[in-house]
Nanobody
């Protein structure tokens, strides 16, 4: 069973930057989508950014141009670079994965389907943005 664990959360200033990391336990899957989700108090969990195994990316409109998702396949790491932070970015952030034995995983499809498409999750890390 694959495990995922987020790190790098904390407090960030308005207009500032934070970088989240997600450590993924060793696996042999070659087809997958990895993603970042977030959930603010009283709101549903929403997709932030998704990356395919081949590097194609889909990003939510709310963070487009500000957040960058990336992966290091050799290290089994997933990252979220968060720039130009806004107060509405305050949330618990989760990394998640959809692994498959064969066939592609499309990032735009995964982002549209949202959390129900992903079945491996980290426990979350809190991000709080303040002035």
């Amino acid at each position: 069973q694959v495990h995922m664990e987020e790190s790098g959360g904390g407090s960030g200033r308005l207009g500032g930057s934070l970088r989240l990391s997600c450590t993924i336990s060793r696996h042999t899957y070659t087809h997958y989508c990895l993603g970042w989700f977030r959930q603010a108090p009283g709101k549903e969990r929403e997709g932030v950014a998704i990356i395919e195994n081949d590097g194609d990316i889909s990003v939510a409109d709310s963070v487009k141009g500000r957040f960058i998702i990336s992966q290091d396949r050799m290290k089994n790491m997933l990252y979220l670079q968060m720039n130009s932070l806004k107060s509405e970015d305050t949330a618990t952030y989760y990394c998640a994965a959809h692994f498959r034995e064969e066939g592609p995983c499309y990032s735009d499809d995964a982002l549209e389907k949202g959390e129900r498409f992903f079945y491996t999750w980290g426990q979350g890390t809190q991000v709080t943005v303040s002035s």
